[in-house]
């Protein structure tokens, strides 16, 4: 394994601690993943394996067909899901999948996370949209999640949990965060019973092209 695979591979273990101190993953579920280098690899965490005890030696390193580069431990089953995401969206470095419990509830209700705060918008890019339901796994919930993750870095899976894609590991955190707690957020206010409005498309442009300009440049410099 080359030095920059290397890197990822570690940098994906990092994640998945702050993935479980931040409560969006428990146990064994949920997956990241992030782009290898230059040929297309794609480096992923293994199946059944808890994020507390994961080493950098466990992550599987999977070519653009989903081949192994090394002897490793099984790729996660929603690999398929990673792969189609990253073959439609070449923006897209680092992809994490979790069950978190407020937009899981979005998900189930089928129901999108509208951007009715300005943080979602500048990092998400607009609602973040339900798939069609497909079984976890399968070339059809890949195929459902890159149809409504459309241009966006979140998309709901029917009954089944988030995605949350970035330009890198840090960033595909932030916006699983950022989807996770406007999901809170507007699960409470809809309890306050006001008629709740989205920030409108226009607003949402000016928003994201602030935070791809200006805000966000910093942080992929320091990455
Ligand atoms: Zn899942």
Known sequence: MNKATLAVCRNIVETGRLLLQSKLVEGVWGNISARAGKKGLIAITPSGRGYATLCYKDICVIDAEGKPQKNSLTPSSELPLHIAVYSARQDVKAIIHTHSIYASAFA???????????????????????????????????????????????VLLKNHGLVA???????????????????????????????????????????????????????????
């Open 108 to 154: 189930v209700a089928g129901q999108p996370i509208l951007s009715v705060v300005e943080d979602m918008a500048q990092i998400v890019g607009g609602q973040v949209d339900v798939s069609e339901y497909a079984l976890p796994g399968t070339a059809s919930l890949a195929a459902n999640a890159v149809n409504a993750l459309a241009g966006k870095n979140a």
């Open 165 to 223: 894609c970035g330009r890198n590991l840090t960033e595909a955190l932030t916006v699983a965060l950022i989807a996770e707690k406007t999901a809170r957020i507007f699960l409470y206010a809809k309890q306050l019973n006001a008629g709740i409005n989205g920030i409108t498309a226009e607003d949402i442009k000016i928003l994201r092209d602030f935070y791809l300009d200006k805000y966000s440049r910093q942080q992929l410099v320091r990455d």
